[in-house]
């Protein structure tokens, strides 16, 4: 049973639209990731945060914003989407972000921008 | 970026044996991890190799030798339920973690 939690798990928006992603890990961990994936690509990673730092920001275009409140919560905020940004987000933990701990993924949001 | 290789698709049948292979070209080795992912669901932690050796877990066991570049999964007795994707992914020296596209594993009675 994993312990990182995603909402909502689907989702469907308009390109003028407005919406965020929630992700919550319950493991204790001090690094958090958001990750793309699209079909028969690798996982993309997009954001990383350690100890509610952003540490890496991987050219991603600014309609996604990523916000770390504090250690255990991290949301992605999604405005103006293209129709191509329809992909499963994936949320992901670790102990940090140098460790040799391996990153535990939520279940992932399904966005499909119309 | 980095390259992480890895083939798309393989088809067994119950009971049998499948070796999925993974490539790549890192600046830096950290560790190649290898995730399981079902339709639909969280890719989960399978395996890690670091150094050179074989690590066992049940049916399923990975390999790495860097020198003579080997890494692969292993995964033995083929059940209905291994039909999932299989993930690659390596650590470079940044302690960056990517991923290859996962190879899509098909067990068929």
């Known amino acids: 049973e994993t312990g990182v939690t995603q909402t909502p798990r689907h989702l469907v928006m308009g390109m003028t639209n407005k919406k965020s992603l929630k992700c919550e890990q319950h493991?204790?961990?001090?690094?958090m990731y958001w990750y793309k994936q699209s079909a028969k690509k690798p996982l993309e990673l997009m954001f990383v945060?350690?100890?509610?730092?952003?540490?890496e920001n991987n050219s991603v275009p600014s309609r996604f914003s990523p916000e770390c409140p504090n250690s255990s919560h991290l949301f992605l905020h999604l405005h103006t989407l293209q129709p191509e940004d329809s992909a499963l987000y994936l949320c992901?933990?670790?102990?940090?972000?140098?460790?040799?701990?391996?990153?535990?993924f939520g279940p992932g949001t399904r966005l499909l921008v119309l | 970026g980095q390259n992480i290789d890895q083939p798309t698709e393989m088809t067994a049948t119950e009971g049998a044996i499948v070796q999925i292979n993974c490539t790549y070209q890192?600046?830096?080795?950290?560790?190649l991890f290898w995730y399981q992912q079902h339709a639909g669901e969280a890719p989960t932690f399978l395996s890690y190799?670091?150094?050179?050796g074989l690590e066992e877990k049940g049916r399923f066991s990975s390999f790495l030798s860097r020198s003579k570049g080997y890494r692969y999964l292993l995964l033995k007795e083929l059940q209905m339920k291994d039909s999932a994707s299989y993930l690659c992914?390596?650590?470079?020296?940044?302690?960056?973690?990517?991923f290859g596209a996962g190879t899509t594993v098909t067990v068929r009675a």
């Open positions: 992901a933990s670790s102990q940090d972000r140098e460790g040799l701990e391996t990153q535990y």
């Open positions: 493991l204790g961990h001090n690094a």
């Open positions: 945060y350690n100890f509610k730092e952003q540490t």
């Open positions: 890192t600046s830096g080795f950290n560790g």
């Open positions: 190799n670091v150094l050179d």
């Open positions: 992914a390596v650590r470079d020296g940044d302690y960056k973690l990517s």
